[in-house]
Structures are given as structure tokens and as C-alpha cells.
Nanobody
Framework: QVQLVESGGGLVQAGGSLRLSCAASGRTFSNYCMGWFRQAPGKEREFVAAISRSGSSTYYANSVKGRFTISRDNAKNTLYLQMNSLKPEDTAVYYC?????????????????WGQGTQVTVSS
């Protein structure tokens, strides 16, 4: 089992920045590819970004490319999402997830463990 706890969400004005964190415990963090997903009210959960086990490879949704940066610190068992130039359409609950794969994936079915989510609200 891997336990994931997100933090860092909040209310921010459009154009602002937030940094989300996801603390992992349980099994070896570096054995998992990690991802961020988000879900807005009335919408399906969507992929945001993913990172490989070592952190050397990243993958982003087109909607956040150039604005968001995913990173990880395997020594601290922590995943991050730096979000810059935030837009109202980025408003959602953000979830971190762990996948027992050797590649970065945008498919939420491939993720085995999920956090409880953290709310991000961007005002216009």
C-alpha cells in the first residue's frame, strides 16, 4: 500500500501561482511513476502531468504545458506540482496518484493509489 496526502491548495487570483505537494508513505516511493489529475465540478477527472520513477521524464496535458511543472524528491518521498499563470479554468480538486509502471501515463486506470485531493480555486 502507498498512502498519499496532498497539500498546498487554496484560493488564488488569475495569473497567480500555487505549489502543490504530495507526501507519500508506505512502499518505496521511487518504485512508482507519479501523476497529478484534477476534477472540476460536473466534469470527469482529467490528466494534468506525470513523472517517471527517477524524475528524468515528464509528460503534461496540453492545457497546462508551459505553465505547470511536475517534480519529485525521492529522498523526501514527495511529489510537487508548481502551477504558474493560473486561470479560472484551472479550478478543480487536484489529486496525486501512484502507478506501478515503468513509463509515464496519462491513463488514470493505470494508477493504483490516490490521495484524497486538494482544492484549487482561481478567481477571475
Amino acid at each position: 500500500q502507498v498512502q498519499l496526502v496532498e497539500s498546498g491548495g487554496g484560493l488564488v487570483q488569475a495569473g497567480g501561482s500555487l505549489r502543490l505537494s504530495c507526501a507519500a508513505s508506505g512502499r518505496t516511493f521511487s518504485n512508482y511513476c507519479m501523476g497529478w489529475f484534477r476534477q472540476a465540478p460536473g466534469k470527469e477527472r482529467e490528466f494534468v502531468a506525470a513523472i517517471s520513477r527517477s524524475g528524468s521524464s515528464t509528460y503534461y496535458a496540453n492545457s497546462v504545458k508551459g505553465r505547470f511543472t511536475i517534480s519529485r524528491d525521492n529522498a523526501k518521498n514527495t511529489l510537487y506540482l508548481q502551477m504558474n499563470s493560473l486561470k479560472p479554468e484551472d479550478t478543480a480538486v487536484y489529486y496525486c496518484a501512484a502507478a506501478n509502471t515503468y513509463y509515464t501515463s496519462s491513463n488514470f486506470h493505470e494508477y493504483n493509489y490516490w490521495g484524497q485531493g486538494t482544492q484549487v480555486t482561481v478567481s477571475s
